[in-house]
């Protein structure tokens, strides 16, 4: 009994994101259609993720938010101190102050990095046309290995004091430093150690680029108009979009960062490079103070949240979706 | 009927998903039950063994359990090893998912008075008692460091002391003295700045805040902590003073290397004194062997300087091997621990590296073929012996307190913060942390 295509009755519906056209009639077909015996089978599919989702993900939070009112030394039982550890973080803990302010500069700065050095690489590599994919997997590569201890081990011979970075300024004759051991230098070190796994974020770039039709810079340049002007007029209002992606993955990505400092320069020196999820660490695994530990972790979710929340809440104001109207 | 089919499923999925993972204690024991008869009928059993150390010990210790494997066919030994930067870390984390190995190399302080305090240690009164770990022949002395409260919670593995250890060629190629048993703060000083100025290398290495400064306090007649470990065991913030200040002279004279160099070194193969860069390194005598061999040539070792070091010098465990709470082979691995501290063999393998033998008798056994660096090592821990007092115990917390000392120190040799206020800084931190 499917009606005939002229009988049905098409709705466009507005989502913000996108328009879809969608057929109720349809859909409310297909679902008197479904028992309960297809929904159990639905279910036992999805079954491996949810029993991860809450074995792995949801039991852990839950039970962090009823550690972070507690104290807690791994073993034993956890006693309620109420809002005790909230409290001496926001009054009596220096380092934890030093440690927000360190992480809030090295996200600030490395976000911003790699995601312009993406783009750029992205914008070079979508113009190559002979041999794409060698390209691509070698600038893919730091990504690859880019959150692995052996990519930081490498990173502190590089800059360690007799290490290739300084033999070559040394062989150009220029005069060396001691990037590691300087508190100056050190978290500088990290930033571009950040911004050098690029990869993952070029590649997101580079297929926001080939989303980009073709049809659009010839009419353009029918038009007379330069690269410059297509790019800032064609090219990046219609990346907009993966931007706002990569913008919001690779602030998350920066504010949970901790290989970088706890293998390259373990918080030293001077503490200069020490960030909240390291020192986060050093309460909870060295301290043994678990509940501290937990607390940590929830004001830096809190901290992610509201900074997401706020990029998507500006993204009104300079992201343009193509089915948009205005 | 949709609604209740999906709220049912979800259900079933919660409640499997939530006993699975508070790990009830029912299916624990149940699980035990299953390794016990396992081993009742002499099936293979498996031991986890963890500790940290230098590769030469993780050479050694592997012969080690090969050949204890090869005595005891079913017995099966899984190692676990690092260097000792994030050693407790994971031993931590493997504490909290109540996952300790069997065998767990132990330090003696703040990490055994951490695990004592959270009861995860098992007591192994018993194993000594019936003879399952035979301890006869073992001082009073280094047996106590490993007990609390009457339960023996660790094992000693030798014993330690900490060592001048001194490059002989450089310091007579720079024309010093060379240092004995009673030589003074000022005479190190002058060697190192000789040293220095001579072979235009660092004369020695920065001195440690943790280790070091205790000795110094103790050879002045203080201690780190008080009694009852609730407070600092010195009044004179001075004391701190003098000692910061006499390193930060060093650095900026550039006898001694700052932290920047410091915090490159990753292990003892790495030490400025192995590649020639320093004469003096004060460190534990069971590393000397460790440094030797890297270093290729022969380093000698002394008492550490000061007119108190009689006073100051101490004799500590090496190390302590101990059973954790939760370990499901405790007998097992007591007889493992056995086999190491009484077989020749082990020592023959592993040498001084976890300590100078306990009993004489081993000692007296392998005093015939030691090699040359293991005898000055067995003369020395014999020297410290004539020449110490009982060791301080630390305070659980000192793992932080001492973390607040080492922070202060990099700030003070970076010239951020003066002796003075460094002092002042550690007490008030010092002071905050014992007393939370």
Known sequence: ?326 | MKKKNLLFVLMIIFTIVLSACSGNKASNDAGNEKENQKEDGSEKITLRMSWWGSQSRHDQTQAIIDLYEQENPNVNIVPEFTGFDGYFEKMAAQAAGNNLPDIMQQNFGEYLNQYADKGLLADLSEFVGNGTIDVKGVSETIMESGTQEGKIIGIPTGANALAAIYDKEMLEKAGTALPDANWTWEDFLTAANKVHSELDTYGTRLLEPGNHFEYYLREKGFKLFNEDGTGLGYDDDQLLVDFMEMNKTLVDSGAAPGYDVIQQIKGVEDELIVHGKAAFDFRWSNQVGALTSAAGKQLELTLLPGKGNAQGMFLKPAMLWSIPESSKHKEEAAKFINFFVNNIKVYEIGGSDRGVPLKQEIRDAMASNLSETEKKIFDYIALVTENSSPIDNFPSASAEVLQALADIDELVIYGEMTPKEGAKKFRKQAKEILSR
Not at chain 1, 141 to 155: C, D, E, N, R, T
Not at chain 1, 234 to 242: F, K
Not at chain 1, 277 to 301: C, K, P
């Open chain 1, 1 to 326: 009994m499917i009606p005939k295509k002229s009988e049905q009755h098409d709705s466009v519906v507005h989502f913000p994101n996108k328009k879809i056209t969608y057929n109720p009639v349809k859909i409310l077909k297909s679902r008197k259609k479904k028992s309960g015996y297809e929904n159990l089978t639905g279910y036992l599919f999805i079954s491996p993720f949810l029993i991860g989702l809450m074995c792995l993900t949801l039991y852990p939070v839950l039970y962090s938010l009823y550690l972070s009112f507690t104290e807690y030394d791994l073993l034993g039982t956890p006693t309620w101190t109420g809002l005790d550890n909230y409290q001496r973080m926001f009054t009596n803990d220096a380092m934890f102050w030093t440690s927000m302010k360190t992480t809030f500069f090295y996200a600030g700065v490395a976000v911003p990095i790699r995601l312009v050095f993406a783009l750029l690489v992205a914008l070079a590599l979508n113009k190559i046309t002979e041999m794409v994919g060698l390209y691509r997997t070698m600038l893919y590569l730091p990504s690859v290995v880019g959150g692995s201890i052996a990519i930081s081990i490498m990173w502190r011979q590089l800059f360690g004091n007799d290490g290739a970075f300084n033999s070559i300024l040394d062989t150009l004759g220029l005069p060396t430093h001691s990037w590691l051991g300087d508190p100056g230098t050190a978290i500088w070190t990290l930033i571009v150690l950040y911004g050098w796994q690029f990869g993952s974020s070029m590649l997101i770039f580079l297929a926001g680029l080939r989303n980009i039709p073709k049809t659009y810079y010839e009419a353009s340049s029918v038009d007379g108009a330069r690269p410059i002007q297509q790019f800032f007029k064609i090219t990046l209002p219609l990346l907009t979009p993966v931007i706002l992606f990569n913008t919001v993955m690779q602030v998350i990505n920066g504010f949970m960062a901790f290989t970088p400092s706890f293998i390259v320069t373990n918080g030293g020196p001077m503490n200069s490079t020490v960030l909240f999820v390291l020192y986060m660490y050093r309460r909870a695994f060295e301290f043994f103070e678990m509940g501290y530990g937990s607390a940590m972790a929830w004001v830096m979710l809190v901290i992610i949240a509201l900074l997401t929340a706020f990029i998507f809440k500006s993204s009104d104001k300079w992201v343009h979706y193509e089915g948009e109207q205005k």
